[in-house]
């Protein structure tokens, strides 16, 4: 494209509220035909909030509560804000936790009044040989609502099962069904278990869904994708999301997301709709059309 053209095109999408940081990036958008989304905070909210508390014998909920709070006081996790929260809420104190460890995209592992609490995946739970049939089963129950199933065990033992719920946004199933009319596939990416992914997914209008995918590995997917000959739009807000961004044909950032992902990105759609990668795409198919 002509300077002036490309000029022209970063003056419109800057009016739109898409600040597109190169040349490359709008000469690269018209060729996407593959987007990836990443589910929390892009798709979704990020406000995630607790529905439910299932507690194994010989746990209450606010006792169960107060303790996975206290593992989870010092996570920057958006799951672990929401316990936090909801237990402060009901008027419980967080249990006060020593020996914090947070193994990432997995869980927290702390000791909390004392004792060894372990909560998150039920891969995390799995892999100190907890037995996790029967929380897994009431897992599944919230999974298939899209909720969040936060598992806990407490000396090793299976103590309960945290619901969370981060609702999608208001104007998510719409700006995917415009990417869909541009003839663009969508993923949703996620650290998050497949089945709540799916229905998260079956809620916005997305058929492919990459799920458990480990932060590191995101990048991984985008880059396996590309090997399938697609060319690969990356939307992300968070930390974890960075090397996707960077990986990706033309990694596109939320702008109410973290400062790491908007470094990492070629677009930053500073409204934090969704609906901004759409028009980015028409802005680029309009840029380049005007200059053959
Ligand atoms: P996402 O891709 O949705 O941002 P993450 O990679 O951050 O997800 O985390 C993946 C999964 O690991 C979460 O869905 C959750 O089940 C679990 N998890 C991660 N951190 C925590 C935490 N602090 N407390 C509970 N569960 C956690
Ligand atoms: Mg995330």
């Known amino acids: ?41 892009t798709v979704t909210a990020g406000k995630p909030e607790l529905t439910d508390v299932h507690t194994a014998d010989g746990f209450t909920a606010d006792g169960l509560l107060a303790l996975v709070a206290g593992a989870e006081a010092d996570s920057e996790h958006p799951l672990a804000g929401a316990i936090v929260a909801a237990a402060r809420g009901r008027g419980l104190t967080p249990a006060s936790a020593t020996a914090f460890d947070s193994v990432t995209g997995l869980g927290v592992r702390a000791t909390v009044d004392g004792r060894p609490v372990l909560v998150g995946t039920a891969r995390l739970l799995g892999d100190t040989g907890i037995d996790t049939a029967q929380l897994t089963t009431v897992a599944e129950e919230f999974a298939a609502q899209g909720k969040t199933a936060v598992l806990a065990a407490v000396e090793g033992r299976p103590a309960g099962v ?14 995917i069904g415009a990417l869909r009319r541009l003839g663009i596939d969508t993923v949703i990416i996620t650290g998050d278990n497949a089945r709540t992914a799916k229905a998260v997914a079956a809620q916005v209008g997305v058929e492919r869904v990459l799920a458990e995918v480990l932060p590191r590995h995101k990048a991984d997917e985008i880059r396996r994708l590309q090997r399938e000959g697609r060319v690969v739009g990356m939307v992300g807000d968070g930390i974890n999301d960075a090397p996707a961004l960077a990986a990706a044909d033309v990694g596109l950032a939320i702008g109410t997301g973290t400062d790491v992902a908007i470094e990492a990105a070629d677009i930053t759609l500073i409204s934090g709709s969704l609906s901004g990668v759409a028009t980015a795409v028409r802005l680029s198919r309009a840029t380049m059309r005007n200059i053959r």
């Open 1 to 41: 494209a002509t300077p002036l053209s490309v000029m022209v095109a970063t003056g419109k999408g800057a009016r739109a509220g898409i600040l597109i940081r190169s040349a490359e990036a709008l000469e690269t958008a018209h060729k996407l035909d593959t987007v990836v989304l990443d589910k929390t905070g």
């Open 162 to 175: 945290l619901a969370v719920a981060d609702t999608v946004k208001q104007d998510s199933a719409a700006a």
